[in-house]
Protein backbone atom coordinates (compact mmCIF):
# COMPACT_ATOMS: atom_id res chain seq x y z
CA UNK A 1 0.00 0.00 0.00
CA UNK A 2 0.57 3.67 -0.61
CA UNK A 3 0.48 6.69 2.16
CA UNK A 4 0.51 10.23 0.85
CA UNK A 5 0.04 13.03 3.67
CA UNK A 6 -2.24 15.67 1.84
CA UNK A 7 -2.33 17.79 5.20
CA UNK A 8 -3.56 18.32 7.93
CA UNK A 9 -5.54 15.02 8.91
CA UNK A 10 -6.43 13.80 5.54
CA UNK A 11 -4.39 11.01 3.81
CA UNK A 12 -4.82 9.41 0.80
CA UNK A 13 -4.13 5.95 0.94
CA UNK A 14 -3.58 3.39 -2.11
CA UNK A 15 -4.23 -0.69 -2.02
CA UNK A 16 -2.29 -2.83 -4.44
CA UNK A 17 -5.64 -3.28 -5.96
CA UNK A 18 -6.70 0.59 -6.54
CA UNK A 19 -8.43 1.25 -3.86
CA UNK A 20 -8.30 4.74 -2.14
CA UNK A 21 -9.37 6.05 0.99
CA UNK A 22 -9.10 9.77 1.95
CA UNK A 23 -9.03 10.46 5.76
CA UNK A 24 -10.54 13.55 7.18
CA UNK A 25 -11.18 15.77 4.43
CA UNK A 26 -10.20 19.69 5.37
CA UNK A 27 -12.18 22.76 4.02
CA UNK A 28 -9.06 24.76 2.22
CA UNK A 29 -8.83 28.55 3.72
CA UNK A 30 -9.33 29.36 0.38
CA UNK A 31 -12.99 28.34 1.02
CA UNK A 32 -13.08 29.99 4.54
CA UNK A 33 -11.52 26.96 6.12
CA UNK A 34 -9.10 27.28 9.52
CA UNK A 35 -6.34 25.36 7.20
CA UNK A 36 -3.76 27.10 4.82
CA UNK A 37 -3.64 23.68 2.85
CA UNK A 38 -4.91 23.78 -0.96
CA UNK A 39 -7.88 22.59 -1.67
CA UNK A 40 -8.61 18.59 -1.93
CA UNK A 41 -9.27 17.57 -5.46
CA UNK A 42 -8.44 14.06 -5.02
CA UNK A 43 -10.46 11.23 -6.07
CA UNK A 44 -11.48 8.61 -3.56
CA UNK A 45 -13.42 5.24 -3.19
CA UNK A 46 -14.01 5.83 0.92
CA UNK A 47 -13.37 8.44 2.57
CA UNK A 48 -13.59 8.18 6.51
CA UNK A 49 -14.92 11.71 8.84
CA UNK A 50 -13.82 11.14 12.50
CA UNK A 51 -16.04 14.20 13.95
CA UNK A 52 -18.06 17.06 12.18
CA UNK A 53 -15.55 20.20 12.49
CA UNK A 54 -14.98 21.75 8.52
CA UNK A 55 -11.16 21.24 8.76
CA UNK A 56 -11.97 17.35 8.84
CA UNK A 57 -15.40 16.76 7.62
CA UNK A 58 -15.47 18.36 3.78
CA UNK A 59 -16.15 15.32 2.38
CA UNK A 60 -17.82 16.94 -0.72
CA UNK A 61 -14.61 18.11 -1.88
CA UNK A 62 -13.22 14.20 -2.55
CA UNK A 63 -14.00 13.76 -6.32
CA UNK A 64 -15.05 9.94 -8.21
CA UNK A 65 -18.37 10.00 -5.56
CA UNK A 66 -16.97 8.26 -2.64
CA UNK A 67 -18.58 6.49 0.01
CA UNK A 68 -18.50 8.09 3.33
CA UNK A 69 -18.18 7.00 6.66
CA UNK A 70 -18.95 8.28 9.49
CA UNK A 71 -19.71 6.72 13.32
CA UNK A 72 -19.05 3.87 15.55
CA UNK A 73 -19.54 0.55 14.96
CA UNK A 74 -18.47 -1.53 11.85
CA UNK A 75 -18.59 -0.56 8.52
CA UNK A 76 -17.64 -2.15 4.94
CA UNK A 77 -16.75 -0.02 1.90
CA UNK A 78 -14.40 -0.77 -1.51
CA UNK A 79 -13.58 -4.11 -0.10
CA UNK A 80 -12.37 -2.71 3.19
CA UNK A 81 -13.82 -3.12 6.95
CA UNK A 82 -13.30 -0.40 9.02
CA UNK A 83 -14.51 -0.27 13.22
CA UNK A 84 -15.41 2.96 14.51
CA UNK A 85 -14.05 3.55 18.07
CA UNK A 86 -15.66 5.99 20.33
CA UNK A 87 -13.80 8.67 21.92
CA UNK A 88 -13.36 12.83 21.88
CA UNK A 89 -12.15 15.38 21.20
CA UNK A 90 -11.73 16.67 24.72
CA UNK A 91 -10.93 15.31 28.29
CA UNK A 92 -14.60 16.13 29.25
CA UNK A 93 -16.72 12.99 27.46
CA UNK A 94 -16.88 16.07 24.66
CA UNK A 95 -18.88 18.52 26.43
CA UNK A 96 -16.29 20.86 25.28
CA UNK A 97 -15.27 20.15 21.71
CA UNK A 98 -17.53 16.67 21.20
CA UNK A 99 -17.18 13.54 20.32
CA UNK A 100 -14.51 12.01 17.71
CA UNK A 101 -14.12 8.61 16.02
CA UNK A 102 -11.05 6.40 15.72
CA UNK A 103 -10.91 4.46 12.45
CA UNK A 104 -9.31 1.38 12.81
CA UNK A 105 -8.83 -0.85 9.46
CA UNK A 106 -6.53 -2.92 7.17
CA UNK A 107 -4.66 -2.33 4.06
CA UNK A 108 -2.71 -4.73 2.58
CA UNK A 109 -2.35 -6.67 6.11
CA UNK A 110 -1.35 -3.16 7.17
CA UNK A 111 -3.58 -2.50 10.49
CA UNK A 112 -4.61 1.51 10.70
CA UNK A 113 -5.74 3.52 12.83
CA UNK A 114 -6.36 7.14 12.57
CA UNK A 115 -6.75 9.08 15.75
CA UNK A 116 -8.86 11.46 14.22
CA UNK A 117 -8.96 14.73 16.62
CA UNK A 118 -8.47 12.57 19.78
CA UNK A 119 -8.47 14.71 23.28
CA UNK A 120 -7.73 12.12 25.69
CA UNK A 121 -5.73 9.53 26.99
CA UNK A 122 -7.59 5.99 26.22
CA UNK A 123 -8.63 3.72 28.64
CA UNK A 124 -7.39 -0.24 28.70
CA UNK A 125 -10.77 -1.49 27.21
CA UNK A 126 -11.19 1.21 23.95
CA UNK A 127 -6.92 0.09 23.78
CA UNK A 128 -8.18 -4.07 23.63
CA UNK A 129 -11.15 -2.87 21.06
CA UNK A 130 -8.68 -1.33 19.08
CA UNK A 131 -6.42 -3.74 19.02
CA UNK A 132 -2.79 -4.50 17.76
CA UNK A 133 -1.50 -1.49 15.04
CA UNK A 134 0.72 -1.23 12.53
CA UNK A 135 0.46 1.94 11.09
CA UNK A 136 -1.00 4.89 14.25
CA UNK A 137 -1.82 8.25 12.23
CA UNK A 138 -1.35 10.27 15.27
CA UNK A 139 -2.42 13.72 15.94
CA UNK A 140 0.55 15.32 17.46
CA UNK A 141 0.08 19.45 17.38
CA UNK A 142 -1.90 19.05 21.03
CA UNK A 143 -3.77 22.67 21.83
CA UNK A 144 -7.74 21.22 21.32
CA UNK A 145 -6.36 17.80 20.47
CA UNK A 146 -4.44 15.60 23.08
CA UNK A 147 -1.69 17.22 24.64
CA UNK A 148 2.03 15.69 23.76
CA UNK A 149 2.94 14.07 27.14
CA UNK A 150 -0.38 11.85 26.81
CA UNK A 151 0.56 11.11 23.14
CA UNK A 152 3.66 9.67 23.72
CA UNK A 153 2.51 7.57 26.50
CA UNK A 154 -0.75 6.05 24.08
CA UNK A 155 2.01 5.68 21.56
CA UNK A 156 4.09 3.34 24.29
CA UNK A 157 0.87 1.71 25.30
CA UNK A 158 -0.41 1.02 21.45
CA UNK A 159 3.11 0.06 20.35
CA UNK A 160 2.34 0.42 16.50
CA UNK A 161 5.21 -0.30 13.77
CA UNK A 162 4.84 3.19 12.28
CA UNK A 163 3.88 6.26 13.32
CA UNK A 164 3.12 9.08 11.27
CA UNK A 165 1.93 12.62 12.56
CA UNK A 166 -0.46 14.73 11.51
CA UNK A 167 -2.53 17.76 12.96
CA UNK A 168 0.34 19.48 13.99
CA UNK A 169 1.62 23.12 13.99
CA UNK A 170 3.79 24.79 10.68
CA UNK A 171 2.41 27.35 8.15
CA UNK A 172 -0.19 26.13 7.00
CA UNK A 173 -1.75 25.71 10.54
CA UNK A 174 -0.94 27.64 13.52
CA UNK A 175 -3.46 26.89 16.02
CA UNK A 176 -1.98 23.55 17.37
CA UNK A 177 0.70 23.73 19.60
CA UNK A 178 3.60 21.85 18.92
CA UNK A 179 5.74 20.84 15.84
CA UNK A 180 6.20 17.54 14.11
CA UNK A 181 9.68 17.77 15.46
CA UNK A 182 8.64 18.21 19.32
CA UNK A 183 6.84 14.99 18.96
CA UNK A 184 10.06 13.41 16.96
CA UNK A 185 12.58 14.89 19.89
CA UNK A 186 13.19 12.20 22.19
CA UNK A 187 12.23 8.89 19.77
CA UNK A 188 14.73 6.35 19.33
CA UNK A 189 14.27 6.08 15.27
CA UNK A 190 12.56 8.66 13.05
CA UNK A 191 12.80 9.27 9.15
CA UNK A 192 12.62 12.52 8.07
CA UNK A 193 11.33 11.28 4.18
CA UNK A 194 11.29 14.41 2.22
CA UNK A 195 8.59 13.47 0.31
CA UNK A 196 4.46 13.39 0.41
CA UNK A 197 4.33 9.77 0.05
CA UNK A 198 5.48 6.65 1.12
CA UNK A 199 5.44 2.72 0.38
CA UNK A 200 4.75 0.32 3.30
CA UNK A 201 4.72 -3.81 2.82
CA UNK A 202 3.44 -5.95 5.66
CA UNK A 203 6.30 -8.02 5.22
CA UNK A 204 9.05 -5.32 5.81
CA UNK A 205 7.36 -3.43 9.26
CA UNK A 206 10.09 -2.62 11.37
CA UNK A 207 10.40 -4.58 14.56
CA UNK A 208 10.20 -1.33 16.98
CA UNK A 209 8.45 1.62 16.51
CA UNK A 210 9.62 4.25 13.92
CA UNK A 211 8.12 7.54 13.37
CA UNK A 212 7.86 8.62 9.61
CA UNK A 213 7.41 12.24 9.13
CA UNK A 214 6.05 12.95 5.58
CA UNK A 215 5.75 16.50 3.86
CA UNK A 216 2.43 18.12 2.91
CA UNK A 217 0.88 16.98 -0.73
CA UNK A 218 -1.00 19.99 -0.60
Known amino acids: MKIKWLGHASFLITSNDGTTVITDP ?35 DVQGNPTVIRGLGAHEAGDIEFRGVESYHDTNLGSQRGPNTLFCFSVDGIRICHLGDLGHQLSQSTLDEIGEVDLLLAVAGGGPTIDLPDLNQLVESMGPKIVIPMHFTNNNCTYTKYSAEDFAEGKDTVKRTGTSEVELSSAELPQNTEVVILDHAL
Request: hydrophobic share 30%; glycine share 12%.
Open 26 to 60: YQSAADGGMVGYEKITQSATVVTVSHEHGDHNSAS
